[in-house]
């Protein structure tokens, strides 16, 4: 978790952007206004339970007691949800159709309605001699729920207009494949909206690609991707194997990578099957966080660094105080680091070191003994206090709790740059950076930056973090950074 900072108060420039515009790291999709609406049953659901047990009218007077109450609820929610799920009742398509929206919901609530007379009828018959409260019930749950449809067709009708359901794509390769792709995605543009097509430096520079101009070759698309939310890479060459060489190269790109392919007998085994329009492609990276793992993401975010921002500001006002006690300096000091799709933003740290404008900051440092480090600086950094800043960075967008650590463009691990030494270190860049990880709580800390097979080891742990990542799995890290990450031998 520690690195060297550099000249304080000197900054490169960001890259240019179309529009000031920025990567999202939450994206709408199909997927999350689905679970949004299974969430907004089960409130409506809570609501109506909420009504029988304070009945407003004579109508829906049960007699049940709050528990039994609670498990009719609570049983028919669950037939409901299993019901609706299976046939389907949770697709965007079903809600755009009122019609089909009230068939779905009948379809659901008939055999929740069942369960409820098998469990009186079994447990408290006399429930059942004045049943009218029971069927007032279920008309008041179905007049919510179709409400509720209604308030969502409107919601998805203005996500439509604004166009948040449709997928941003760009396409690697000018030939035949391209074209294919094109006119393939093309004839879907509620689904896709193709952005750019750019080619590799071997191909010829074709102007155009089924109508559609092309805009230059891969550091275009660097620039591109760096300033612009992207949802499909289509790596869109004459052979798959080409296709897979050219991944590296777009692994950093928080996207679906895909390569579409024209044999339909073709089913490998070693990726998933995705479509493209009337094509057919296997999706060889997938986006991390998509859909509702993003929003659950930046709530967590946002929740935690907020709380420990009041909970620390006491410790970080003394940390502030002793930097200005100690000597002449900024108390902070900004640092451009590369972070979500390679975008540099200013992280922020309590200034550890004293101030040097030459330093490059392309070396960490050497331990507790390295001479740059001031006195208070050994304190903050022993205690890990000199991170705390970083809860700004988090509030900002720019950072999450948790996530891989944003390391210096040209770190050097030994003599070799870090980006240099392993592989797949550009796909960090696809979720992120994080004031905590899993590789740092795990004691990648600075020991990441000793040596090459350390920094390996560190990536292989963020990238395990990235396709395994769980809300339990952040709170584990988070626990473990608080109990035996915060300081020792690791942390300087």
């Known amino acids: 978790m520690r690195d060297l900072p550099g000249p304080v108060g000197v900054e490169p420039p960001a890259p240019a952007t179309e529009g000031g515009s920025t990567p999202s790291f939450v994206r709408w999709t199909q997927g999350m206004i689905n679970r949004l609406v299974g969430v907004s049953d089960l409130v409506l659901f809570l609501i109506a339970a909420a009504i029988l047990a304070n009945p407003p009218v004579a109508l829906l007077e049960s007699g049940l007691q709050l528990p039994q109450m609670a498990v009719i609820s609570l049983a028919e929610l669950l037939v409901y949800v299993s019901v609706h799920e299976r046939l389907g009742g949770y697709r965007v398509e079903r809600y755009a159709d009122p019609l089909a929206a009230f068939l779905f919901l009948l379809a659901g609530l ?86 750019g097509i750019y080619r590799l430096e071997d191909e010829p520079r074709t102007e155009e690609v089924a109508g559609m101009p092309v805009r230059g070759d891969l550091a275009a698309l660097g620039e591109y991707a760096t300033a612009h939310t992207i949802d499909i890479v289509v790596l869109a060459l004459p052979q798959v194997s080409e296709a ?51 929003l659950l993401k930046v709530m967590e975010d946002y929740v935690v660094a907020s709380v420990a921002l009041i909970v620390l500001s006491p410790l970080m006002l003394l940390a502030a105080v002793a930097i200005r006690l100690e000597g002449p300096g900024p108390i902070l000091f900004r640092q451009r680091r590369p972070g979500f799709g390679r975008r540099p933003f200013s992280i922020y740290k309590f200034r550890t070191m004293k101030v040097n404008p030459h330093d490059d900051a392309t070396t960490g440092t050497t331990g507790p003994s390295d001479p740059r480090v001031t006195r208070v600086g050994s304190v903050l950094r022993r205690l890990s206090i000199d991170e705390l800043p970083q809860l700004l960075n988090v509030l900002k967008g720019e950072m999450s709790i948790v996530g891989p650590r944003p390391y210096v463009a040209n770190m050097l691990v030994g003599n070799e740059r870090f980006s240099d030494l392993v592989n797949q270190y550009a796909e960090r860049h696809r979720i992120k950076p994080g004031l905590t990880g899993y590789a740092q709580a795990h004691g990648m800390r600075s020991y990441a930056l000793r040596s090459p097979e350390n920094a390996r080891r560190s990536i292989e742990m963020d990238l395990h973090y990235m396709t395994h990542w769980s809300l339990w799995m952040d709170l584990k890290i988070m626990l473990r950074t608080l109990l035996v990450g915060l300081a020792g031998r690791n942390v300087f």
């Open 110 to 195: 008939a055999p929740a309605l069942l369960v409820s007379l098998v469990l009186l009828w079994t447990f408290l018959p006399s429930a059942l001699w004045q049943a009218q409260w029971l069927l007032g019930w279920h008309l008041l749950l179905l007049a919510l729920l179709m409400l509720g449809r209604l308030l969502q067709r409107w919601l998805i009708g203005v996500a439509a207009r604004r166009r948040l359901l449709r997928r941003r794509v760009v396409v690697v390769g000018t030939g035949p494949v391209a074209e294919a792709a094109v006119r393939a995605l093309r004839e879907d543009p509620a689904a896709y909206e193709i952005r």
């Open 244 to 294: 897979i060489g050219l991944m590296e190269a777009v692994s950093w790109i928080a996207a679906d990578v895909v390569i579409p392919f024209e044999r339909p007998e073709t089913s490998p085994s070693f990726a998933a099957i995705m479509p493209l329009g009337r094509l057919r492609s296997l999706q060889v990276l997938s986006r991390p966080f998509k859909g509702t793992q993003g």
